[in-house]
């Protein structure tokens, strides 16, 4: 078992990759799929969170909600200096409301689920990351109509409901993390807790492969319908990761955070929160019907994204003081 672990620990990359095609392939050939896919992906994506929460001791946790220069980094990032890309690239859809609406939706709300996954997968600090989830929920939820009033309209604003995103944070964020703080305080004196924490630990890259699968496979087949109209949006967020990334990168530089936490910063500037925002934009009206295929087509260039990010910033943040904040 010990060298089967290895051995996909060592070919992670490839193995995201090939759950990601499996799950286009399976979601193009076999489209009544699609459906009980679409249900399964919070428990999944909760699994997957318990999983990392798990590998999260909580005792870090509590140093790094403490860790302010980080957070205000996260937040300075994620509101300040996103929202400025997002409107140089949303101006190429402005003339298409419905596309304008799902690129805003989807590109102003940052990530806190699997963001986490993905920025320990490369070295970032998962803790630190994991104490700002609330910090960015809450803050999406109250400026996300500000923008959307200055670069959409009033119109767009009155259909804004924020209980997809407490849904999210109470089943993606809150029961893994309470879940997962009872298996380290009760590991220490049942066998049972240790077993927990070590099979979740080594299954970690088996349980992204099957998030990565169902996500894609639930989602492909719909956007594959309108891809003639959705092909204007996909340049646009190829273009947010390559500007947001190492301008997350440079930020975290000069305000002097390690190497973790600047992987942290640069993964949290880049993910987007499009679990969470696809139920807004299925709630809006039908004029904006295509905004809801814009937020999917976003998550499914952000997963390729985000594989390329795992095996890349390693390389291009490097420190000795990476490996201690794993």
Do not use: K
């Amino acid at each position: 078992m010990e060298r089967l672990v290895a051995w996909w620990d060592r070919r992670q990359v490839v193995l995201y990759l090939a759950a990601i095609v499996m799950g286009a392939v399976v979601g193009l050939l076999i489209p009544a799929v699609a459906h009980p896919l679409e249900r399964a992906i919070t428990p999944v994506l909760g699994l997957l969170l318990f999983a990392t929460f798990l590998g999260v001791p909580f005792a870090r946790f509590g140093r790094a909600f403490r860790d302010w220069r980080f957070l205000g980094i996260v937040v300075v990032v994620n509101f300040m200096i996103v929202p400025i890309v997002v409107f140089g690239l949303s101006r190429f859809v402005a003339g298409d409301a419905a596309l304008l609406v799902g690129v805003l939706f989807v590109l102003l709300t940052p990530c806190v689920d699997y963001v986490i996954v993905f920025s320990g997968l490369a070295g970032g600090a998962r803790d630190r990351l994991l104490a700002a989830t609330p910090i960015l929920m809450v803050l999406q939820i109250v400026l996300l109509p500000v923008y959307l009033w200055l670069m959409a309209g009033p119109s767009v604003v009155s259909a804004f409901d924020p209980r997809p995103f407490v849904q999210a944070f109470l089943l993606l964020i809150a029961l893994p993390l309470v879940l997962a703080a009872g298996v380290q305080l009760l590991a220490p004196r049942f066998p049972a807790g240790r077993a927990v924490e070590t099979i979740m630990a080594a299954a970690m890259v088996p349980f992204m492969m099957l998030t990565l699968a169902v996500v894609v496979g639930s989602q492909v087949f719909q956007v594959s319908g309108s891809l003639h109209e959705l092909l204007i949006v996909v340049p646009l967020f190829v273009v947010f990761v390559l500007v947001v990334a190492p301008v997350g990168a440079i930020v975290a530089r000069m305000a002097r955070i390690d190497i973790a936490g600047r992987r942290a910063v640069t993964f949290s500037g880049v993910t987007r929160n499009s679990l969470v925002v696809l139920p807004l934009a299925l709630a809006l009206p039908a004029a904006f019907a295509l905004a809801p295929l814009v937020v999917v087509t976003q998550t499914l260039v952000e997963l390729c994204a985000m594989v390329v990010m795992v095996a890349v910033i390693p390389r291009l943040i490097t420190g000795a003081d990476a490996a201690g904040q794993r």
